[in-house]
């Protein structure tokens, strides 16, 4: 299974976009969902050009809504992950933003030995932790 960096990379070179893999996913999961018993073609069905041939004729509301909500769950899962990543990001970008802004403040008071050499390990070490989080 790629990663999301290198899915990243293959959608930058060319490859398939975020959208085109949430489909295919998409695409699969309904593949995969088993048919209820009730299911069972009829002539409407079967037979291209059969006047107002659709898929109602296959299975009924409640067993469409059971597909959807199989075919869905992952695209559901899906979003709550990225929403997840997001605000990891955003922690990460205001624990770096507190790192900077106590920079500052130690520079201002001129006291490099004391202050502003551990201010600056710290920084470095929530940087660190940020670029292997990646």
Same mark, same amino acid.
Request: with cysteine.
């Given at each position: ?8 990379? *293959? #959608?930058?070179?060319?490859? /398939?976009?975020?959208? $085109?893999?949430?489909? @295919?996913? +998409? ?10 018993? @009730?299911?069972? @073609?009829?002539?409407?069905? *079967? ?6 041939? @659709?898929?109602?004729? +296959? ?9 959807? #909500? ?5 695209? #559901?899962? &899906?979003?709550? &992950? ?10 990460? =970008?205001? #624990? ?6 106590? +920079?500052? =403040?130690?520079?201002?008071?001129? $006291? ?7 201010? +600056?390990?710290? /920084?470095?070490? *929530? ?8």
């Amino acid at each position: 299974m790629e990663t999301e960096q290198q899915q990243d990379q *293959t #959608e930058a070179a060319g490859g /398939a976009s975020a959208v $085109d893999r949430r489909v @295919s996913r +998409l695409v699969d999961r309904f593949l995969a969902w088993p048919l209820p018993d @009730s299911v069972a @073609s009829d002539q409407c069905a *079967t037979m291209p050009g059969y006047p107002h041939r @659709s898929g109602t004729n +296959l299975l009924t509301a409640d067993e469409a809504r059971q597909m959807f #909500e199989y075919v869905l769950a992952e695209a #559901e899962a &899906c979003a709550r &992950c990225e929403h997840e990543k997001r605000l990891g990001i955003e922690q990460q =970008r205001d #624990e770096l933003l507190a790192a900077l802004k106590e +920079l500052e =403040r130690v520079y201002e008071t001129g $006291d490099f030995d004391t202050e502003f050499k551990p201010a +600056l390990t710290k /920084a470095r070490a *929530t940087i660190a932790e940020v670029e292997g989080d990646k």
